[in-house]
C-alpha cells in the first residue's frame, strides 16, 4: 500500500490524448485526469442536508422536492411569474441540462436561448455559431486570442435570442471540464460571456470591493482596456470566477433576450436594485421582470446570487474561494486532487471546513446551522410581512384605490421582495455572509410593514381582511 | 469550543516508562509495523533532518507550511514536535514511529491531518522550553490556583506552520 | 537580544508586600505587580474611535461626550425615564465611580446602593458590611470559604437596599486587583453576587451554553449544588467571567433593590424578555422599568449586555475572551504580561487581533467597522420605526384611544424598543456578534412597523400627524 502511494505520487497528470478547443466532451479529458472525472460524474448523487444538498421528490423522483409545496408564500410572492409553477431545490451539475428542460417554467413561458448560458457546455456551441455568423476562424484558436473571443460573443448574441429549444438542441454536456479549464494548460478560465461582460462592468463602477482585489488593483491602472478576469485575476480569484460565470443574479436585457448581470453600480443588494430602478422605459417606468398578479406591483424576481453574497461574506475578504469549500482537495491514493463533486460541504466538513477551521466537525455542522437557521427564522418574519402587505394592497384595490394610490405600497413591496427573493434564492441559506443576509432580511421586514402603514392610513377607513399571518410578538 | 490543553499528566507519564519503551520499540520491530514502516522510511522519524519528515510526501504541506512560519530558521520538526528530555525524546520518536507506521500502513488517519492530543501537550511543553521564561508571568501564577495552562497555540496557531 | 530576555526574565513577580483579603489599595498589590499596575493606572487616558474608545466633551471636560444630544431620537426612545436626562459615552475603568456619583441620573431619580456593584471596589466593601450584618469570622477567610461567601451575600443584600450616597461613602477605589484577583494566588476569581447568582440560574435554565462548556458540563452532573464559577469555570472561561461581573444587563428586584440578572430563561434577547413579560404581578402585569412618557408602553432599558451578545458570536463559541481582545498580552521587557489598560481594541489592533487573525492592521480595522456600518444602519432603520410608533400611538391617544384599544400597540412598542436598546446600550456596536445584533435589529424593525400598522387598522380614518422620519426606500 505505501509501495503504492510512492509510485502514484510520482505520476501525476497522464497525457494520454490531445485535449483541445474543439474537444467539449468530457469523457476525452477523463482519460487524461481520471480521479477528476470520476468526482465530477459523481455530481448525480444526491443527499440532503438542512438547508442544502437535495433530494428525489417522492412524488416524481425525476426531480428534486419543491419548494413552493413546502412553503405556499412563495407562490403568493410571486403571483404572475413562472416561478409561482414549478421552483425546486437544485442539485448537482449533472442534472442542469435535464432540470432546465424538464422544468415546468418551460410550460408557462417561452424561454430564450439565453437560458442555455448556465445550464450547458456552450464554450464550443457558441464559438461554432459566432463563426457561422460571420466571426472568423475555425473555433481551433485559443479562447482569449482576438478570434476565440470574437466567435464566443458574436455565438453568445446569437443564441442568447434564439428559441430555447432551438438552443437546447445544440448541447451535448451539462458544465464540462472546457468550460473551465484551458485545454493546453489546464489552467481556470472564464469561458462565460455574461461574467466577462458582468465582471468589466462592474470593475467601471465606483463600489469597492476588497473580496476582489484585482478588480481594485485594474482601477488603479490606466483604464485602457476593460478588466479581464483572463489576464487580470489571481489563480486564487479564478477559483471563485469560474463559479460566478453562472451563480449570480440576471436578467435578460431588452428584445435580443441577452443575458446582463446587473452590476452596474456594485453587487450589493441596493446597488443591483437601484440599477434596476432606473427610469429605462419611455414612460419614466423602470424595468420589471413581472407584473405581481394580485397587487399589480412591478415586481423583480431574484436569482442564485451566490457570488454577490459570497464577496460580502468574511470568507470572501480572507480570500476564501467557492472551491475551497465545494471542492476541497481530496487525498487520492498519494495525491491531492480537487474534489470534482461540486456539492454541499456540510456532507464533506472535514476535508471542507477543517484544513482551515481547527474545531470538531459537529462544532463546525453546528455553527453553520446556527447561521442558517438565523436566517430562516429572519426570512420567515420577512416572508409574513409581504404577505400581509400583498394582501392589503389586495384588499385596497377591491376597495377601488387606483394606480396612482398605491404606487407607493407597490413600490415598497418591490423593495422588500427583492430583499427577500434575493437571499431566499440564494441557496446558502445566509451562510455565505451572515450579517449581510440578515441586514438584507431586516430591511425587507421594514419595508414590507411600511407599506402596510402606508396604506392603512390611506385606506384604512374600512378593515382589512382577516389577517392570518400577523404574528403577536 | 474547549480550548484547554490535555493534563500533562498521567498518559503521557506512562509512556515514558522504560518498560512501556521496550514494549513498543519491540511491537514496532517485530510486529506488522516492521516491514512497512522501513520501507517507508518511517526511521527518518528518528533523525533531526525536517527534510527526514517528506520523506513521506503526505507531511509535503507540513514542510512548505513550516517554511512559511516564523520559525523555520530557528525550530525544525522536531524541537516542537518530540519531547527534549533525553528519555522521553526516545521513546516519544518510538510511540510516533508506531503511530505514524499504523497510520501509513492501514491509510487510516483523518484528512486533513491533526494533531493528537498528545502531540499538543508536547508542542505546548517546547514552546515553553524555549519561551518559559518570557511567558513566566502569564503562565506561573496560574499553577497556584486553577491548573489549566496558558494554550500558546490557542492565539500563536501559526508560528510553526505559516498561512494557516 | 534572546540571552539579554532571559537574565531579565528571571525576575518575574516581585513579592514585596503581602496582599491578603483585606488589602483593598491596588497601589499595595501593584508594588508586587507594577507592570500591571502602570497600565491599569492608564484606563484614565481617552482616544475615540469610529464607534468605541471615548472623548471628553468639549463643553464639560469632565464627561465625555453625551450620546443623547449626538441622538435625539434616543430621548424619545426614553421619555419618562432617567436616560433621557444624561446618557453618556462609557470611559476607562478609572472613571467608574465618579461617572457614577456625577451623572444627571443621580439628580433625577433616587438611586439605591445596588447601583455601586458594578461601580467600583466592593469586594472588601460588602464582607465588611456582611460582618456587621451578622456573618461570622472577620474578613480575612478565603473569600471562597463558606464564611467569605456568607459574609459578601449578607453585605450585598444589605448594600443594595441602601441609598446610593450612603454606600458609595464606603467605596474606595474603582474596581481594582481584589475584584478579580486572588489575593493568595493571583489566580482569576469571581467576586461579585449578581454575577454568581446569574451565572447559577443561567446553568439551570436549558438554553444551551456552546460557548461556557463548563456549564453544560456541570448541567451533566449530578447538580446537588448550584453551579459556581470559582470552582467549575475553566481558566479560560474565567478570562470572561471576571469582565462578566459588571458588562451585563440587569434590573432591581422588588422593594429590597436586589441586584438580579435576568438569566433564568438564557441569555439571548428574546430569552430575557420573556423572562421579563412574566405577570409578576398580582393585576397580572409584567415587571417594567418605567411608563413611556408619551405612549404609556409599559417600557424596559437594557444596559451594556456585553457578556450576553458575546456569548452568542462566534468569538466566544471558538474560546475567544474579552481579555484576549481587551487586555492582550504586550511584551514588556523580557516579560509577557496581560494589558491592565482594558479600552477598546481598535486602538490596539497590532496585538488584539493580529496574534490570531493573519491579515493587515488596516484590513482588521475595515472588518470590525463594515460589520459596525451595518449595525448602525439598522439600528437607525429600527429606531426610526420606533419613533413613528410612538408618534401614532401619541396620535391615537389624543383621538381619545383609551389603554384596552392601545395595549397592542404598547407591546410592540416595548418588544421593539427592548430589542433596540439591547444593541444601543451594548458597546461593541455589533461587532461582538455581528448577525445576531442584526437579526435582533430585523425583528425591532417588524415590531415597530407591525404596531402602526396595527394602530392605523384600528384608527386611521384621521391622518396622523407629519412623518418627518420614515423614509421612501
Ligand atoms: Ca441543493
Ligand atoms: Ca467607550
Same mark, same amino acid.
Given at each position: &500500500?505505501?509501495?503504492?502511494?510512492?509510485?502514484?505520487?510520482?505520476?501525476? &497528470?497522464?497525457?494520454?490524448?490531445?485535449?483541445?478547443?474543439?474537444?467539449?466532451?468530457?469523457?476525452?479529458?477523463?482519460?487524461?485526469?481520471?480521479?477528476?472525472?470520476?468526482?465530477?460524474?459523481?455530481?448525480?448523487? !444526491?443527499?440532503?442536508?438542512?438547508?442544502?444538498?437535495?433530494?428525489?421528490?417522492? =412524488?416524481?423522483?425525476?426531480?428534486?422536492?419543491?419548494?413552493?409545496?413546502?412553503?405556499?408564500?412563495?407562490?403568493?410572492? +410571486?403571483?404572475?411569474?413562472?416561478?409561482?409553477?414549478?421552483?425546486?431545490?437544485?442539485?448537482?451539475?449533472?442534472?442542469?441540462?435535464?432540470?432546465?428542460?424538464?422544468?415546468?417554467?418551460?410550460?408557462?413561458?417561452?424561454?430564450?436561448?439565453?437560458?442555455?448560458?448556465?445550464?450547458?457546455?456552450?464554450?464550443?456551441?457558441?464559438?461554432?455559431?459566432?463563426?457561422?455568423?460571420?466571426?472568423?476562424?475555425?473555433?481551433?484558436?485559443?479562447?482569449?486570442?482576438?478570434?476565440?473571443?470574437?466567435?464566443?460573443?458574436?455565438?453568445?448574441?446569437?443564441?442568447?435570442?434564439?428559441?430555447?429549444?432551438? @438552443?437546447?438542441?445544440?448541447?451535448?454536456?451539462?458544465?464540462?471540464?472546457?468550460?473551465?479549464?484551458?485545454?493546453?494548460?489546464?489552467?481556470?478560465?472564464?469561458?462565460?460571456?455574461?461574467?466577462?461582460?458582468?465582471?468589466?462592468?462592474? #470593475?467601471?463602477?465606483?463600489?469597492?470591493?476588497?473580496?476582489?482585489?484585482?478588480?481594485?488593483? +485594474?482601477?488603479?491602472?490606466?483604464?485602457?482596456?476593460?478588466?479581464?478576469?483572463?489576464?487580470?485575476?489571481?489563480?486564487?480569484?479564478?477559483?471563485?470566477?469560474?463559479?460566478?460565470?453562472?451563480?449570480?443574479?440576471?436578467?435578460?436585457?431588452?428584445?435580443?433576450?441577452?443575458?446582463?448581470?446587473?452590476?452596474?453600480?456594485?453587487?450589493?443588494?441596493?446597488?443591483?436594485?437601484?440599477?434596476?430602478?432606473?427610469?429605462?422605459?419611455?414612460?419614466?417606468?423602470?424595468?420589471?421582470?413581472?407584473?405581481?398578479?394580485?397587487?399589480?406591483?412591478?415586481?423583480?424576481?431574484?436569482?442564485?446570487?451566490?457570488?454577490?453574497?459570497?464577496?460580502?461574506?468574511?470568507? #470572501?475578504?480572507?480570500?476564501?474561494?467557492?472551491?475551497?469549500?465545494?471542492?476541497?482537495?481530496?487525498?487520492?491514493?498519494?495525491?491531492?486532487?480537487? /474534489?470534482?463533486?461540486?456539492?454541499?460541504?456540510?456532507?464533506?466538513?472535514?476535508?471542507?471546513?477543517?484544513?482551515?477551521?481547527?474545531?470538531?466537525?459537529?462544532?463546525?455542522?453546528?455553527?453553520?446551522?446556527?447561521?442558517?437557521?438565523?436566517?430562516? @427564522?429572519? !426570512?420567515?418574519?420577512?416572508? &409574513?410581512?409581504?404577505?400581509?402587505?400583498?394582501?392589503?394592497?389586495?384588499? #385596497?384595490?377591491?376597495?377601488? #384605490?387606483?394606480?396612482?394610490?398605491?404606487?407607493?405600497?407597490? /413600490?415598497?413591496?418591490?423593495?422588500?421582495?427583492?430583499?427577500?427573493?434575493?437571499? &431566499?434564492?440564494?441557496?446558502?441559506?445566509?451562510?455565505? @455572509?451572515?450579517?449581510?443576509?440578515?441586514?438584507?432580511?431586516?430591511?425587507?421586514?421594514?419595508?414590507?410593514?411600511?407599506?402596510?402603514?402606508?396604506?392603512?392610513?390611506?385606506?384604512?377607513? =374600512?378593515?382589512?381582511?382577516?389577517?392570518?399571518?400577523?404574528?403577536?410578538? | 469550543?474547549?480550548?484547554?490543553?490535555?493534563?500533562?499528566?498521567?498518559?503521557?507519564?506512562?509512556?515514558?516508562?522504560?518498560?512501556?519503551?521496550?514494549?513498543?520499540?519491540?511491537?514496532?520491530?517485530?510486529?506488522?509495523?516492521?516491514?512497512?514502516?522501513?520501507?517507508?522510511?518511517?526511521?527518518?522519524?528518528?533523525?533531526?533532518?525536517?527534510?527526514?519528515?517528506?520523506?513521506?510526501?503526505?507531511?509535503?504541506?507540513?514542510?512548505?507550511?513550516?517554511?512559511?512560519?516564523?520559525?523555520?530558521?530557528?525550530?525544525?520538526?522536531?524541537?516542537?514536535?518530540?519531547?527534549?528530555?533525553?528519555?522521553?525524546?526516545?521513546?516519544?520518536?518510538?510511540?510516533?514511529?508506531?503511530?505514524?507506521?499504523?497510520?501509513?500502513?492501514?491509510?487510516?488517519?483523518?484528512?486533513?491531518?491533526?494533531?493528537?492530543?498528545?502531540?499538543?501537550?508536547?508542542?505546548?511543553?517546547?514552546?515553553?522550553?524555549?519561551?518559559?521564561?518570557?511567558?513566566?508571568?502569564?503562565?506561573?501564577?496560574?499553577?497556584?490556583?486553577?491548573?489549566?495552562?496558558?494554550?500558546?497555540?490557542?492565539?500563536?496557531?501559526?508560528?510553526?506552520?505559516?498561512?494557516?
Amino acid at each position: &500500500n505505501i509501495k503504492k502511494h510512492q509510485v502514484e505520487a510520482t505520476v501525476t &497528470n497522464y497525457d494520454l490524448v490531445k485535449v483541445d478547443e474543439k474537444t467539449a466532451d468530457p469523457a476525452e479529458w477523463g482519460k487524461n485526469h481520471p480521479r477528476q472525472y470520476d468526482s465530477y460524474k459523481r455530481t448525480v448523487d !444526491m443527499e440532503r442536508t438542512r438547508y442544502g444538498g437535495s433530494e428525489a421528490d417522492p =412524488k416524481k423522483p425525476d426531480t428534486t422536492y419543491s419548494k413552493i409545496e413546502e412553503d405556499p408564500r412563495l407562490v403568493t410572492m +410571486w403571483k404572475g411569474y413562472a416561478f409561482a409553477v414549478d421552483f425546486r431545490e437544485e442539485r448537482g451539475h449533472a442534472y442542469m441540462l435535464q432540470d432546465q428542460k424538464d422544468t415546468e417554467r418551460q410550460k408557462v413561458v417561452k424561454q430564450p436561448g439565453a437560458c442555455l448560458h448556465c445550464h450547458a457546455s456552450t464554450t464550443t456551441v457558441y464559438r461554432a455559431e459566432g463563426i457561422k455568423a460571420g466571426a472568423p476562424g475555425d473555433g481551433t484558436e485559443d479562447l482569449c486570442s482576438a478570434a476565440g473571443k470574437e466567435q464566443l460573443m458574436k455565438g453568445f448574441d446569437k443564441v442568447c435570442s434564439m428559441p430555447y429549444a432551438d @438552443a437546447a438542441a445544440m448541447a451535448k454536456h451539462p458544465v464540462a471540464c472546457i468550460d473551465c479549464h484551458d485545454p493546453k494548460s489546464m489552467a481556470l478560465r472564464v469561458t462565460r460571456p455574461g461574467f466577462l461582460d458582468g465582471i468589466a462592468v462592474l #470593475a467601471k463602477s465606483s463600489e469597492p470591493t476588497p473580496a476582489l482585489p484585482s478588480v481594485e488593483k +485594474w482601477r488603479k491602472g490606466d483604464r485602457k482596456r476593460d478588466y479581464d478576469p483572463n489576464v487580470d485575476a489571481s489563480r486564487q480569484e479564478m477559483r471563485s470566477f469560474v463559479c460566478g460565470q453562472c451563480h449570480v443574479e440576471y436578467y435578460f436585457k431588452g428584445d435580443a433576450k441577452r443575458l446582463t448581470y446587473p452590476w452596474h453600480k456594485g453587487v450589493k443588494v441596493e446597488n443591483i436594485l437601484s440599477y434596476y430602478d432606473e427610469p429605462v422605459f419611455k414612460d419614466g417606468k423602470p424595468y420589471k421582470d413581472f407584473a405581481h398578479k394580485i397587487s399589480g406591483a412591478p415586481a423583480l424576481k431574484a436569482q442564485h446570487p451566490e457570488f454577490e453574497l459570497w464577496s460580502q461574506g468574511v470568507h #470572501a475578504r480572507a480570500g476564501v474561494a467557492c472551491a475551497d469549500c465545494h471542492m476541497p482537495y481530496v487525498r487520492e491514493g498519494a495525491m491531492k486532487v480537487s /474534489d470534482h463533486q461540486v456539492r454541499s460541504p456540510m456532507l464533506m466538513i472535514d476535508k471542507a471546513c477543517q484544513t482551515c477551521h481547527r474545531a470538531s466537525e459537529a462544532e463546525m455542522k453546528a455553527r453553520c446551522e446556527l447561521i442558517q437557521d438565523r436566517t430562516k @427564522a429572519l !426570512m420567515d418574519r420577512a416572508l &409574513n410581512g409581504l404577505c400581509d402587505l400583498i394582501k392589503d394592497i389586495e384588499a #385596497a384595490q377591491a376597495d377601488g #384605490a387606483g394606480d396612482e394610490e398605491l404606487a407607493k405600497a407597490r /413600490d415598497f413591496q418591490r423593495q422588500a421582495q427583492f430583499r427577500i427573493d434575493f437571499i &431566499n434564492a440564494e441557496n446558502s441559506m445566509g451562510f455565505h @455572509a451572515p450579517q449581510e443576509a440578515a441586514r438584507i432580511l431586516g430591511e425587507a421586514c421594514d419595508f414590507a410593514r411600511q407599506g402596510q402603514v402606508e396604506l392603512a392610513k390611506k385606506h384604512a377607513a =374600512k378593515p382589512a381582511l382577516p389577517k392570518p399571518e400577523v404574528k403577536a410578538p | 469550543m474547549d480550548t484547554n490543553l490535555a493534563p500533562a499528566t498521567p498518559k503521557t507519564r506512562f509512556f515514558r516508562r522504560p518498560a512501556v519503551m521496550l514494549f513498543l520499540v519491540l511491537s514496532m520491530v517485530l510486529g506488522m509495523g516492521a516491514y512497512t514502516f522501513a520501507d517507508a522510511r518511517g526511521l527518518s522519524y528518528l533523525s533531526n533532518d525536517p527534510k527526514a519528515c517528506v520523506n513521506c510526501h503526505v507531511m509535503n504541506d507540513n514542510y512548505d507550511s513550516w517554511q512559511k512560519s516564523s520559525h523555520h530558521a530557528v525550530a525544525s520538526c522536531n524541537d516542537c514536535h518530540v519531547p527534549h528530555d533525553l528519555l522521553g525524546k526516545y521513546l516519544a520518536k518510538a510511540k510516533h514511529g508506531w503511530r505514524h507506521s499504523k497510520a501509513f500502513t492501514t491509510g487510516d488517519y483523518h484528512d486533513p491531518i491533526q494533531v493528537h492530543p498528545e502531540s499538543r501537550r508536547e508542542i505546548q511543553d517546547n514552546c515553553l522550553r524555549c519561551h518559559g521564561k518570557l511567558t513566566d508571568a502569564i503562565a506561573g501564577h496560574a499553577k497556584l490556583g486553577k491548573t489549566d495552562e496558558v494554550n500558546c497555540i490557542r492565539c500563536h496557531a501559526t508560528v510553526g506552520h505559516g498561512g494557516r
